[in-house]
């Protein structure tokens, strides 16, 4: 009986955690594989369809050496189109066969499969056709001059996102490990709440049974269960009080005990069935035991969510893919803006926050949303590493062509050996506070990346015990005049 409820509870459990991560596996990995199809033929179709580059390939198609002209210009514009000779390449075919004249990668040795999008092409039309099925993404647009007839045609082996979702599988699949022992934890200590009673009751009916009415159940629940072993109890005092008149008449002593053995058998039998098929049905669990199981599952989707958008997220800047508003904006508005969005989370803690500006602030040109996301890195970090009732201080000013902001705080700070290393994906100083925390190890990775792609700095200055000092400095011009 115990064997038997253990292993169906548990196996109940294990088979929800697995479906579970492995629909939101398979949604995942089809969201990392469709938005990098969408955001390749999204960059292509903007990259030929700027006027400058367009113009430029049509007028080396005029020339005699026209393909040999079309991949000097595919090569200057190798950062718009994102080609790596790894992942993505150029090349320029024949327009009337097809046939491979140059290219990014002629390792292959000029040999390229006819696929539909270069014959749409060589039917005149462009090729932007895509299949989520197939092994590459590509791209063939004609192009047609005086010196002949080309095919501009551009290729991804898909690489990146396989990669990126091998990865994401690893995450899953170490989630779903961590989840799978919690299940089995928390599945056998419900199966024994379940089944401990139960025993207890089969042991005292044997007991019974053999005529031994001292045993008693202890069971003060107000369950099935405890009312069970309430009338269990108070049936073997009665019998055990009859004992002497069960003496005088040996044969129905017999039959009664028979009797009574087989009246607490069925019921106990009944309990049984029924904490089997509770077991088996859903919905049926305790209602805060299941709640307890559904906040665990719950919590590490959100975490990867949390990390795959981050993921997400920083595939884009790998990918060079990430786009930016970049404008003139107040940076002197933006750091009060994020000062008092984050003044109230401070004073929760009880923190001693202020703000100071060290002089007067111009405009800058940059992307106001990414640069926010920065300063509210900066600062939910001191305050989640500064012990209730610490001191944070920020501070902006004016140097030269830069603007640059500070964030002090007098935190636990971050130990010498670890400085160098907090800017690492997915690296934690402090593991379990981190977790604690909702933290990813991603935020200061991603912030890093947003500071850099703005020709700025982002650079921290910490001691173990005495607290961390980050400061972000930006080029007042943007990133074309760091």
């Not at 539909?116 to 090729?127: D, F, K, V, Y």
Request: proline share 2%; net charge negative.
């Amino acid at each position: 009986m115990t064997r038997s409820i253990y292993t169906k509870l548990v196996a109940i459990i294990l088979i929800l955690i697995v479906a579970l991560m492995a629909v939101v596996s398979s949604f995942l990995m089809a969201g990392v594989r469709n938005f990098y199809i969408s955001a390749f033929y999204t960059r292509m179709q903007e990259a030929f369809a700027g006027a400058d580059l367009s113009a430029d390939l049509r007028a080396a198609a005029d020339e005699p050496n026209g393909a040999e002209l079309m991949a000097e210009i595919l090569r200057a514009n190798m950062g718009l189109l994102g080609i790596d000779s790894g992942t993505r390449n150029y090349y320029v075919l024949d327009g009337g066969t097809g046939a491979v004249l140059t290219g990014s990668d002629m390792a292959s040795g000029g040999q390229l499969p006819v696929t539909r999008n270069i014959l749409t092409a060589m039917g005149g039309a462009e090729g932007y056709a895509s299949n989520p099925g197939d092994s590459y993404m590509d791209v063939a647009l004609p192009v047609e001059g005086a010196g002949g007839s080309y095919i501009i045609y551009i290729v991804d082996n898909k690489l990146t996102v396989t990669s990126l979702n091998n990865a994401l599988f690893r995450i899953i699949a170490e989630a779903s490990a961590i989840g799978l022992v919690i299940a089995v934890i928390l599945g056998m200590l419900l199966a024994k709440t379940v089944v401990t009673p139960i025993e207890e009751l089969t042991r005292a009916a044997e007991k019974v049974a053999a005529g031994d009415f001292s045993e008693t159940v202890e069971n003060q629940s107000g369950d099935e269960i405890g009312v069970l072993s309430r009338t269990f109890n108070e049936m073997a005092d009665q019998l055990e009080r009859n004992i002497e008149d069960l003496k005088n008449a040996e044969q129905t002593r017999r039959e009664f005990v028979a009797n009574v053995s087989h009246e607490l058998r069925t019921p106990v039998t009944s309990i049984r069935s029924y904490a089997e098929t509770l077991t088996e049905a859903a919905g049926s669990l305790d209602s805060e035991t299941e709640r307890h199981f559904l906040e665990v599952i719950v919590n590490e989707s959100d975490r990867m969510t949390k990390i795959v958008q981050d993921l997400l997220l920083l595939s884009k800047f790998d990918a060079g893919s990430m786009t930016f508003d970049f404008a003139p904006f107040s940076f002197e508005k933006s750091v009060s803006d994020v000062y008092n969005a984050q003044l109230l989370e401070a004073r929760r803690h009880h923190h001693n926050f202020g703000l100071e500006f060290r002089s007067e602030l111009p405009d800058i040109r940059g992307d106001r949303v990414r640069i926010e996301q920065v300063l509210v890195n900066m600062i939910s970090n001191a305050i989640k590493y500064t012990p209730d009732g610490g001191r944070i201080r920020m501070t902006a000013g004016r140097d030269g062509d830069t603007v640059w902001c500070t964030v002090r705080d007098n935190g636990v700070g971050i130990p010498k050996r670890d400085v160098n290393r907090v800017f690492e994906r997915f690296y934690r100083v402090d593991k379990a506070r981190s977790r604690e925390s909702g933290g990813t190890g991603l935020g200061l990775s991603i912030a890093y990346e947003i500071v850099e792609r703005h020709s700025g700095t982002l650079k921290i200055r910490s001691q173990a015990g005495k607290g961390t000092a980050i400061t972000v400095t930006l080029p007042i011009g943007g990133p074309d005049h760091g």
